[in-house]
């Protein structure tokens, strides 16, 4: 399907897009029931599922309709670079208003636009596992900062009631959808304002050749996953000259040989 012209415009325009209720029932409630395991309860779920993507989140790592768009902003050769879960009370927060601004060109981060296709850098996926209204506190956006050529203006970045930026924007979308924003798009995640606890994946996706987080997933987590799925935490790298012809670092090498994912073994 690939992104349609709409979305293509929506994207360029605003920096984010939102693919409504792309996860069925059955799965938004084995996603949620994982998240408040992994919060609440670790001990009760198997090892290689105490952190996402794993278990019934592991269907989010390679969703089609969540694919095809990344292959149309960054590009056919794609890693996960990180992932990580959320339940957010009421009056709790992420962070305040960060990125966005002149870093077009910056590898990881940058946002351009050549010959008629996209090139973002950095995109995160926002899998919404709760229904969000605009009022909520859901993920806020200064939208068209991704290609400010400026930096951004203290007085566009509070998030205080009557203080707000009139470009600050966030979004409504039912539980089981997907918001794809690219990482040179200032956001933050305010408090959260509803009773039921906001419950979110997060991941963030990037070119094969770049590598901006270490990656902190259990390596047990990353050994059970099937091949095809780890396949998308591979090393960081296109070409192994070598060898000749020289050897690409496609998926399906990948999946076809015993090769390790990206070492996650380490401490801080």
């Known amino acids: 399907m690939g992104l349609t012209e709409e979305e293509r415009f929506r ?121 969000v209204g605009k009022e909520d506190g859901g993920t806020h956006f200064i939208v068209g900062s991704h290609k400010a050529n400026f930096p951004m203006h203290p007085d566009h970045m509070s998030l205080e ?8 924007m966030s979004y409504d979308c039912p539980a089981g959808s997907a918001v794809f924003f690219t990482e040179n798009l200032c956001h933050a995640g305010p408090i959260w304002q509803r009773e039921e606890p906001r419950v979110t994946v997060l991941n963030a996706y990037a070119h094969l050749a770049t590598h901006w987080h270490r990656l902190t997933i259990p390596p047990e987590v990353i050994a059970g996953l099937p091949r095809e799925k780890q396949a998308y935490f591979r090393e960081p790298w296109v070409a192994d000259f070598r060898t000749r012809p020289a050897t690409h670092n496609t998926m399906e090498r990948f999946i076809d040989n015993d090769e390790l994912s990206v070492n996650t073994d380490h401490r801080p």
């Open 11 to 131: 994207f360029d325009l605003t920096g984010f897009l939102i693919r409504p209720a792309i996860l069925t029932p059955d799965e938004i409630a084995g996603i949620r029931d994982q998240i408040y395991h992994i919060h609440h309860d670790p001990e009760s779920l198997p090892l290689e599922h105490r952190a996402v993507p794993s278990g019934p989140s592991s269907v989010l790592i390679d969703h089609p309709k969540v694919i095809d768009v990344l292959h149309k902003i960054i590009g056919p050769d794609i890693r996960l670079e990180n992932s990580y879960c959320v339940w957010r009370r009421k009056g709790e927060a992420h962070g305040d208003l960060h990125g966005g601004g002149p870093q077009q060109a910056d590898p990881i981060f940058g946002y351009r636009v050549r010959n008629g296709r996209i090139h973002a850098g950095m995109v995160r996926v926002v899998f919404e596992l709760t229904d």
């Open 161 to 168: 009631p009557g203080k707000r930026s009139p470009f600050l």
